[in-house]
């Protein structure tokens, strides 16, 4: 079975400075991965995917993550972060054709 | 609006009540999801349509909960004997294309309070 662990509830950074939204998986097999996004009163929305490849992948909003497989990590990234970018981050591991599993969450507060 | 849309945006039941939600996704996409989602947690997968069918249902839906996808179009998820631990928000996603890697489109959910 495959899952994703966000061992961060909250992270919070000054605008301007780099943000890490970090995010553990454990994987029988290549690993699918996801981060999406949660901004107040609106759906989830997709960032980036990471399905084989280059281990850096890029996405929207400037935001990227890095693959690792020797540390089973997908950090999401962003070098300079925004107040707009606060919101509530979600990663997610392809348990098969169509089931999604989601992280619990990590909410990013980035003040002015 | 082109998005995944759906209705309503909030309900409040009281336990024992039915309660039926609605999806109507992007109009070409041919796969739809419905997730579940409490405070502090990310959505858990509740079932998937394929068109019309239904080929998987978590083990978290009881048997209470039914969802419908007639034509292909619009979906349905109803509750029945609504019980406090249904309170979540229920949230639809709809996508197209290869499932390999698949980007899933979110409606902005309803949020079901029982009381």
């Known amino acids: 079975a495959q899952s994703v662990a966000q061992p961060e509830d909250q992270v919070n950074v000054a605008e301007g400075n780099p943000l890490t939204v970090k995010c553990t998986y454990s994987?029988?097999?290549?690993?699918?991965l996801f981060w999406y996004v949660q901004y107040p009163n609106r759906g989830l929305q997709f960032l980036l995917k990471y399905i084989t490849g280059d281990n850096l992948v890029k996405g929207s909003y400037g935001f990227e993550a890095e693959f690792n497989k020797s540390q089973t990590s997908f950090h999401l990234k962003k070098p300079s972060a925004l107040v707009s970018d606060s919101a509530l981050y979600f990663c997610a591991s392809k348990l098969n054709d169509y089931k999604l599993s989601f992280g619990a969450g990590t909410t990013v507060t980035v003040r002015a | 609006d082109t998005g995944v849309s759906q209705n309503p945006r909030h309900k409040i039941t009281k336990r024992g009540q039915n309660v039926t939600f609605r999806c109507d996704p992007i109009s070409e996409h041919n796969r739809l999801y419905w997730y579940r989602q409490t405070l502090g947690q990310g959505p858990e997968f509740l079932t998937y349509?394929?068109?019309?069918?239904?080929?998987?249902k978590s083990r978290l839906l009881s048997d209470r909960f039914s969802a419908e996808r007639p034509k292909g179009s619009f979906s349905t998820l109803e509750i029945q004997r609504t019980e406090q631990g249904d309170s979540a928000m229920y949230l639809c996603a709809s996508s197209e294309g290869s499932t390999t890697n698949e980007k899933l489109f979110f409606g902005s959910g309803t949020q079901l309070s029982v009381l």
């Open positions: 994987v029988s097999g290549n690993p699918y």
């Open positions: 349509f394929q068109n019309e069918a239904q080929l998987e």
